[in-house]
């Protein structure tokens, strides 16, 4: 597996106040999908393109086009929708799946409760959102799932990930036979005792939509 931090002073500026405890939803929403955008630059670099002739209105150019079947994004509920919008903007052609999972506050360990994926995802380059990476208990999982369907190139896009949780993924894929990616804005310290990340930005699903 290889992890991109993405070294850039707009990253790194939207990523502050993303941290800032008194940005309010409003804004932490418009920021992160705006930071999902510039992280998603750098993880499409090896979107699978073929070439193609276009006529200008002066000459004929060689360019190059995306090629089917589309890529896959695949956000993972709740907190990974906040990136949705961010990510198709930059792939409108890309399709959308999902994925809902949800980790135990207690034990760390990540349920699915929703999946609406194509069975079949021979071929296809997947695009994982999900703004934390804590434990990597639930990207693991996420990636082992988006595999078992045949998925052969997966790329993760998160805001924040431990040390910890890319280390744990690092050992669960490591018989992993397709390239694997993490594309992030930040690698932080560490986990404390109740698994969040320090210093991070506390509980994403929350900041974005509310305490439920
Ligand atoms: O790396 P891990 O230790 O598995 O933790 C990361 C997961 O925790 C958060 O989701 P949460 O369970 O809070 O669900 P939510 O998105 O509905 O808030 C976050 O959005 C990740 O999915
Ligand atoms: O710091 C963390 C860890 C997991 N999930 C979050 O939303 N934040
Ligand atoms: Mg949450």
Do not use: N
């Given at each position: 597996m290889k992890t991109l931090v993405v070294d850039h002073p707009l990253v790194a500026h939207k990523l502050t106040t993303l941290r800032d405890a008194t940005?309010?939803?409003?804004?932490f929403r418009r920021l992160a999908d705006e930071l999902v955008t510039l992280l998603a630059y750098?993880?499409?670099?090896?979107?699978?393109v073929a070439d193609v002739t276009v006529t200008t209105p002066v000459a004929q150019a060689e360019g190059v086009r995306l090629t089917r079947p589309q890529p896959l994004?695949?956000?993972?509920?709740?907190?990974?929708?906040?990136?949705l919008d961010g990510m198709?903007?930059?792939?409108?052609?890309?399709?959308?799946g999902f994925l809902g999972m949800v980790r135990n506050e207690g034990t760390l360990?990540?349920?699915?409760?929703?999946?609406?994926?194509?069975?079949?995802?021979?071929?296809?380059q997947c695009y994982v959102l999900d703004p934390m990476l804590a434990t990597g208990g639930t990207l693991a999982a996420a990636i082992r799932l988006l595999m078992g369907r045949g998925a052969d190139d997966v790329t993760a896009i998160c805001l924040l990930a431990a040390p910890e949780g890319i280390a744990h993924m690092e050992e669960k894929l490591a018989d992993c036979p397709v390239p694997v990616r993490v594309v992030t804005a930040a690698v932080d310290s560490h986990l404390n005792e109740?698994?969040?990340?320090?210093?991070?930005?506390?509980?994403a699903g929350d900041r974005l939509y509310g305490v439920v």
């Open positions: 940005t309010d939803s409003p804004t750098e993880a499409t670099r090896d979107v699978r994004v695949v956000p993972i509920l709740r907190a990974g929708l906040g990136m198709t903007r930059l792939l409108p052609t890309a399709e959308v360990q990540a349920t699915t409760y929703a999946t609406r994926l194509p069975d079949d995802l021979s071929g296809r109740k698994g969040f990340i320090v210093p991070g930005l506390g509980d």
